[in-house]
């Protein structure tokens, strides 16, 4: 799938728009899935009409109230087992591409967000890295309407190393599968292109 060149946000049709809008909603909204546990906060975003009805059609499900309190504390637990313990492979670009933090992915992050006037500082949640996919999901969402170029570049250089971790925590199910699946949609959406026969060096 190849992603349609970005029209400028005042010349596209309203219901090109509308869906656009969306996109990054959810885009933001999954970002902040990988960075942090869920909170009661963030279940009382998923209950707004808009975002349930995405999140359901992409299988993404969210407790009633009466059951939150023990689904949270297991949610807990499954976020430090897939995304917190170094074996699991943190979501971190320049670890899966270099081994380490720090590496030449994080440098020309840095550098995007400067030229788009993006400050890192307190968006990205437990000081995450700013290549982490969370870190990048979020990049991308504040650059899509205002720094096309940047948001590309994104697109381009920064996404398709996630899509083997993705699949890998896709396949353990449960409500972090449905996530993983959901972001795979996301950046599928965006055309980001495949790594065929790329290796999970943590497995």
Known sequence: ???SPQVPEDA???GALRERQALRAS???LARLLLVEV???TLDTARDPTIRTALGELGIEFPARE???AWLEERAAEFHELFLRPASGPLVQSIWEQGRYGGDAWVRVRHLARR????????AARGAAHDHLGSLLLL???CDSEAQEVAGEITRAHFAWALAPLARIQ??????GAVAGAVRALLDELGVPSRPGERDPFT
């Open 1 to 3: 799938m190849s992603a």
């Open 12 to 14: 596209a049709p309203e």
């Open 27 to 29: 885009a933001e909204f």
């Open 39 to 41: 909170d009661e906060r």
């Open 67 to 69: 059951e939150q309190q």
């Open 116 to 123: 788009a006037g993006f400050e890192f500082q307190g968006e």
């Open 140 to 142: 991308w969402v504040a």
């Open 171 to 176: 396949s353990t199910g449960g409500f972090y």
